[in-house]
């Protein structure tokens, strides 16, 4: 059986947001089953990545999760219809989608699947779009990442963090 593709439209950079803008003709790309389950699990496998302990970096605990998720929820105040749809599928998922998030932590994957998503989205997506959702990701990184930095044990941030940042960015085209 055929995997069913999923419609999506795009906006402009510059354009108000949907909400404040007039019916207009959008571009239309279509995404595959498996692309979209691609750039609607990679900002979950961020905030696990993000989150993860590592050299020089104690665990995160609920404060980092807390960030990532409020960085997900920001992506629908964003002025891209691509990043609003997928943060609307990521809170319509009810089918366990977290179990893969969860099995799916490994940085070199990560990295792996961001330059996948950003081959599709160089494919598939308006220049706008694409240039949105893989600084949305990099920006959830960041938060969960800074966390640390502010929650009640503050402490400075290692070197450890700016090298995934920097290598998030680089697979995601952003560096």
Known sequence: MLAPEVPMSHSVAGEPSSAGRRAAPLTTAVYSAAEWDLLTTLPGRVIVAA???????????????VAGLDAVAAGRAFDSDLVRAVVAAIYARHDGAT???????????????????????????DPADSAAYRQWLQSIAARVRAAAATGPRAVPPPPADRRFLDRLGGALGLR
């Open 51 to 65: 989150a993860a302990p590592g050299p020089g970096r104690p665990r995160q605990g609920v404060a980092a999760g």
């Open 99 to 125: 179990d893969v998030v969860e099995r799916l932590a490994d940085v070199v994957d990560l990295l792996a699947a961001c330059r996948a998503a950003t081959r599709v989205l160089g494919r598939r997506a």
